[in-house]
């Protein structure tokens, strides 16, 4: 027999004990989110991390490796070996900064657009489907939260 017993959140709610921590929830969606987006660009050979780095570079082109890396979450290494990848099938371009010629600016190309510009739909509906329980004004409120929080965890840097 399983005993549960109540404790009460931050807002004053009571929660169930075993009730799975807002990490554990949070990791579960981006899990299913990874395996649908997955799923819906195999056809391409890319990955979800993959379509991220460009969806990156669609809205903020220009960017170094390093700074695509943080906004695509991956590390500097990982970074490098996809750019090297994604720049042989002809999706992003590579220009030497001219101010540093260590760096480097990167940039799509015209098949990157159109690609993106296929999938759209797609990731869209993934998206909408996500997000059909929630009226217009949560899923703003959704987005305002999450944006806190991610804004809250650069804060302080991981030890």
Do not use: W
């Not at 990982?78 to 999706?91: F, H, I, Y």
């Not at 220009?95 to 739909?121: G, I, W």
């Not at 009226?135 to 959704?142: I, L, P, S």
């Amino acid at each position: 027999m399983t005993v549960t017993t109540d404790r009460t959140d931050d807002v004053g709610t009571d929660m169930p004990v075993d009730a799975p921590t807002l990490l554990y929830a949070i990791k579960q969606v981006e899990l299913a989110i990874r395996a649908r987006m997955d799923a819906i660009l195999r056809p391409l050979g890319l990955t979800a991390l993959q379509y991220t780095a460009l969806t990156v570079l669609r809205r903020r082109g220009g960017l170094s490796s390093a700074e695509l890396a943080r906004n695509s979450f991956v590390t500097a290494q990982t970074m490098g070996e996809m750019l090297a990848a994604l720049e042989r099938r002809g999706l992003v371009a590579r220009q030497v900064d001219p101010d540093n010629r260590r760096r480097m600016f990167t940039y799509l190309t015209d098949e990157a657009h159109q690609l993106l510009t296929e999938y759209d739909t797609e990731i869209c509906a993934l998206e909408e489907q996500m997000v059909r329980e929630l009226n217009v004004r949560q899923r703003e409120a959704f987005r305002g939260y999450l944006s806190r929080c991610r804004t809250a965890l650069g804060e302080t840097p991981p030890h």
